[in-house]
């Protein structure tokens, strides 16, 4: 159900990518979990994209995206906080049968998604480079290297294997359009916002 991009996002996708819900785009409004998955998606597409770039802008600090992958505390436990405030059937899916998820390699452990943050961050190997997008690697769980990514196996820097990932110039323009829309957020909630980066 997840609307797949396969590496083709560019910047005719940046603005609508912030400021649309995905529900409106074709037929996604006729099957709302898409939808949902959609926005989901584009968030962090936007969220790796301004964190890879500021890496750049600021090489004093470090910054990496880590994702722990699809977490289940435990079978039958009830679901992540996603996915209670998601669309049936995914709410169902992960509130009733997270063992089976499990199986198929599409969630991981508490234990295991945390051990990500750790080991990528703090102790593990190989290193990241700042900017990194730490996450399953194309190919595991079910997806035998067809754009699905599985939370279980082995993580990569994804920008390797997603070319508008690691294109520092797209990557760029998206923290300019970041940084706008913050900006009238800002304004809009009456809330100071402080630039300390960029423009």
């Given amino acids: ?4 991009y396969c590496g083709n996002f560019k910047e005719k996708d940046i603005d609508w990518a912030i400021t649309r819900n995905y529900s409106k785009v074709g037929l996604c409004g006729c099957i709302p979990i898409r939808g949902q998955l959609g926005d989901y ?5 936007i969220g790796n994209m301004h964190f890879s770039n ?3 802008e600021r090489p004093d600090i470090f910054f990496m995206s880590v994702s722990p992958g699809a977490i289940q505390a435990k079978c039958c436990s009830g679901g992540t906080g996603f996915a209670e ?3 049936f059937p995914l709410w169902f899916l992960m509130r ?5 998820f499990g199986l198929l390699n599409v969630t991981l452990s508490l234990e295991k998604g945390s051990a ?6 703090l102790i593990g190997e190989p290193k990241w480079p700042a900017g990194a997008v730490v996450m399953s690697a194309r190919g595991n769980g079910l997806g035998c290297g067809m754009c699905f990514w ?6 990569s820097d994804n920008r390797n294997d997603v070319a508008y990932l690691r294109d520092d110039e797209l990557c760029e323009k998206v923290s300019v359009a970041v940084r706008k829309y913050e900006n009238q957020w800002a304004v809009q909630a009456k809330v100071p916002l402080q630039q300390t980066m960029g423009s």
């Fill in 150 to 155: 599985g939370a279980n196996g082995k993580v």
């Fill in 54 to 56: 500021m890496s750049k």
């Fill in 116 to 121: 990500r943050y750790v080991d990528g961050v």
């Fill in 1 to 4: 159900m997840m609307p797949l």
């Fill in 96 to 100: 009733y049968t997270p063992c089976l």
């Fill in 41 to 45: 998606k584009n968030a962090k597409i």
């Fill in 85 to 87: 405030g998601a669309h």
